[in-house]
């Protein structure tokens, strides 16, 4: 059981943690979200020592996280940091290994038997002897992700986990988090990504003005919360996600962005025009692509709606298409349409389409 009793950290100009209290039981996913700049992952690295607090105590299994406790709290966290933290002159099978020998003790072959059973956990067994300069973002979040599992902690800090993964890699995030809690430990994540959150936790941290300023199950925050900055804050992540390909059922899709969106108070002539611009956009997609793999994510703002496409082939740009019927209709209903490509993600284009409400 972890454990947050007053906790406060005042720096010199602001106080980003002022009465924080709260409790995670053992074997729970806990998500914590809020606001940028609420001290989010402040309270994240204190809970493994990094960050002490100016007053207030944190305790892991009723054991205080002190100077004093340090290696005794340092055994049961283990933190995966938005940075990665990897070591860039060890390969990727070493980076896993080094910390089993020289802290855990492990026998090496037994270190390197569980390094490559989380590699393949992760997707990533090809990777092993990988350099980290030639792995893509999202490779290097899941190499420390492993590298972290290798220690065995009984409770698992992750800051941001998906934030650079494409879409499959995070399904494969979320089905991973969920095993390894299945197996008892205890997961606390930092994240901005509400549909993670939503999808994998036991129970949501709400944090605003320096506390946990509501908690609930992620039906309670998500479709009841009971706080006015709650509400506000929810109502602002207003983004729904579908994945595309020959097999996609149109139909139910539209089903679900109608109840997605009417538990969120958007008007349905929104839905009619988002559909309609994504319908002529998937049409160009499959006239491009034999066998087109799309992540379509729609976000509803207060006054635009934005479709960001992802998919996956050769380079090309949407208002390149032949189909100029379909491509005048997108540029009809948009305000602005743009185009990226990089052909180190998995879905290397992205076409984004912003429109009015």
């Known amino acids: 059981m972890i454990k947050f009793s007053h906790i406060a950290k005042v720096y010199d100009n602001i106080t980003p943690l002022k009465d924080v209290n709260g409790i995670i039981d053992d074997g729970e996913i806990v998500s914590i979200i809020g606001p940028s700049g609420t001290g989010k992952s402040t309270l994240l690295r204190m809970i493994n020592g990094l960050v002490k607090p100016t007053s207030g105590d944190i305790y892991i299994d009723n054991i205080v996280v002190n100077d004093k406790n340090i290696n005794i709290i340092t055994k049961k966290v283990g933190m995966v940091f938005q940075s990665y ?73 992750l800051d941001e986990p998906t934030s650079a993964l494409d879409p ?6 979320k089905a991973l988090i969920v095993k390894i809690a299945k197996s008892g430990k205890t997961i606390v994540i930092v994240t901005h990504s509400m549909s993670l959150a939503r999808d994998i936790s036991d129970k949501i941290f709400f944090m605003d003005d320096g506390i946990i300023y509501e908690e609930g199950t992620p039906e309670e925050i998500f479709m009841r919360p009971k706080k006015p900055k709650t509400r506000s804050f929810i109502n602002t992540q207003r983004t729904i996600e579908f994945k595309i390909d020959k097999s996609f059922d149109y139909n139910s899709a539209i089903s679900q962005l109608i109840e997605f969106c009417k538990k969120r108070n958007i008007d349905m002539r929104r839905i009619n025009k988002v559909m309609l611009v994504f319908e002529e956009v998937k ?75």
Do not use: C, W
């Open 85 to 157: 933290n990897l070591f860039n002159h060890l390969n990727v099978i070493e980076n896993l290994m080094i910390a089993q020998i020289e802290i855990l003790k492990r026998d090496k072959q037994l270190a390197y038997e569980k390094s490559m059973k989380l590699l393949k956990e992760v997707g990533l067994e090809s990777k092993e002897n990988a350099e980290i300069s030639e792995l893509s973002g999202g490779e290097q979040q899941r190499i420390a992700f492993a590298r972290t599992l290798a220690m065995d902690p009984e409770v698992l800090l």
């Open 168 to 173: 499959n890699s995070v399904d494969m995030m």
């Open 283 to 357: 049409l160009i997609l499959f006239e491009k692509y034999e066998e087109p793999e799309i992540i379509l994510k729609i976000t509803f703002k207060n006054d635009e709606t934005k479709l960001a496409v992802h998919y996956k082939g050769k380079q090309f740009d949407i208002r390149k298409t032949d189909n100029n019927i379909s491509l005048k209709l997108i540029e009809g209903l948009s305000t602005k349409i743009e185009y990226t490509y990089d052909e180190d993600e998995e879905y290397q284009n992205e076409a984004m389409v912003e429109m009015r409400n």
